[in-house]
T-cell receptor, first 113, second 115 residues
Framework: GENVEQHPSTLSVQEGDSAVIKCTYS??????FPWYKQELGKRPQLIID?????GEKKDQRIAVTLNKTAKHFSLHITETQPEDSAVYFC????????????FGKGTMLLVSP | DVKVTQSSRYLVKRTGEKVFLECVQD?????MFWYRQDPGLGLRLIYF???????EKGDIPEGYSVSREKKERFSLILESASTNQTSMYLC??????????????FGAGSRLTVL
């Protein structure tokens, strides 16, 4: 089955800095890669996703890049703000049939004012 | 506005008790999932269901069972709770492929403590 590795497990940055979280996956058939954000005490919510026919996707201050050859994808957050502090999860799946998401172990991002 | 509702936010049970965790979604989603969340281990899939009466094992099904008698309701059952099942349990639902495939909507979670 799919295995998703996520690094780092914790990340501390100063407000205004950029943050990068990296994930690798094992199943070359995976073609859907979402990122979920979980604020303290709240439910995980999708913030951005990318499919394998796209190399990069941006939404305001967040972007995701995908390298299918190397089987890794990354989340980039620019101009970080304290409200970006949360746990971020990457995931991977095949976007067909009855496939399920396999999640990474999460990255706790702390943005200090 | 809440779309996935978990009936219990906090439960405390004793070892050996039978535990029911209930989840209801109002989005007419076919797919429903139960995940377990533990610090440092991320979200691990326990069971999932793509249709009424249907269930499939996820990555860590041991010690759990599920029930899906109606499309909107997916229940997680711990037949005999053990201390290593102390955890946060998250229910989620999604549309089938082709309709926002695999975009999960999560419930608020049920934190279970087994003494």
């Amino acid at each position: 089955g799919e295995n998703v590795e996520q690094h780092p497990s914790t990340l501390s940055v100063q407000e205004g800095d950029s943050a990068v979280i990296k994930c690798t996956y094992s199943d070359s058939a995976s073609n859907y890669f979402p990122w979920y954000k979980q604020e303290l005490g709240k439910r995980p919510q999708l913030i951005i996703d990318i499919r394998s026919n796209v190399g990069e996707k941006k939404d305001q201050r967040i972007a995701v890049t995908l390298n299918k050859t190397a089987k890794h994808f990354s989340l980039h957050i620019t101009e970080t703000q304290p409200e970006d502090s949360a746990v971020y999860f990457c995931a991977a799946s095949k976007n067909s049939g009855y496939s399920t998401l396999t999640f990474g172990k999460g990255t706790m991002l702390l943005v200090s004012p | 506005d809440v779309k996935v509702t978990q009936s219990s936010r906090y439960l405390v049970k004793r070892t050996g008790e039978k535990v029911f965790l209930e989840c209801v979604q109002d989005m007419d989603h076919e797919n429903m999932f139960w995940y377990r969340q533990d610090p440092g281990l991320g979200l691990r899939l326990i069971y999932f269901s793509y249709d009424v009466k249907m269930k499939e094992k996820g990555d860590i099904p041991e010690g759990y069972s599920v029930s899906r008698e109606k499309k909107e309701r997916f229940s997680l059952i711990l037949e005999s709770a053990s201390t290593n099942q102390t955890s946060m349990y998250l229910c989620a639902s999604s549309s089938p492929p082709g309709q926002g495939a695999n975009v999960l909507t999560f419930g608020a979670g049920s934190r279970l403590t087994v003494l």
